[in-house]
């Protein structure tokens, strides 16, 4: 068991956040979103990937062929930083980059059988990492957190909106 810098066994009482904090709705979100997000970013780079590539892949897979300025916006990027993302992906096959047949100033991008493929591996890392998360709720329980969620996400981030 670890020891404190008084050499006293760390006991859960003994490293416990003030009440304060973990009566707060907020914080906690924080707190558990910043622990799945360092998980999820530490699985991904073992994996040879980044949180980026990972949305980027998704993206494109829900909606086929973007233009490069829509994907930056959609998934709020700097344009010069989601064209380094896009080389990378495109550098391993995953992505194709097309001139827009409509506009040749401008490139389609799409993502390729290999680029689903890696999406699928990422997909499930990410559905382990959330099972282990969500493991003390059952199905009613995780279902019900994610509509609540969703809801708030809805109403303060309107790129969560349902467009329907």
């Given at each position: ?37 360092a ?9 040879g ?34 064209v ?81």
């Open positions: 068991m670890p020891t404190s810098p008084t050499s006293e066994p760390l006991t859960a009482a003994s490293v416990r956040l003030p009440a304060e904090l973990v009566a707060r709705s907020g914080f906690l979100l924080v707190r558990l979103g910043l622990n799945f997000k998980r999820a970013l530490e699985q991904m780079a073992a994996a990937f980044s949180q980026y590539h990972y949305s980027v892949l998704a993206l494109l897979d829900e909606e086929p062929r973007e233009t490069q300025a829509q994907i930056a916006d959609t998934l709020g990027l700097d344009r010069s930083q989601l380094r993302i896009l080389d990378g992906l495109e550098d391993r096959k995953l992505i194709a980059r097309h001139r827009d047949t409509t506009d040749r100033r401008r490139h389609t991008v799409s993502v390729t059988a290999t680029g689903r493929r890696q999406l699928h591996k990422l997909r499930h890392t990410i559905d382990r990492l959330e099972d282990e998360l969500l493991a003390p709720l059952d199905q009613r329980d995780r279902d019900a957190l994610h509509a609540l969620l969703l809801q708030l996400a809805e109403t303060h981030d309107p790129s969560c909106a349902d467009p329907n």
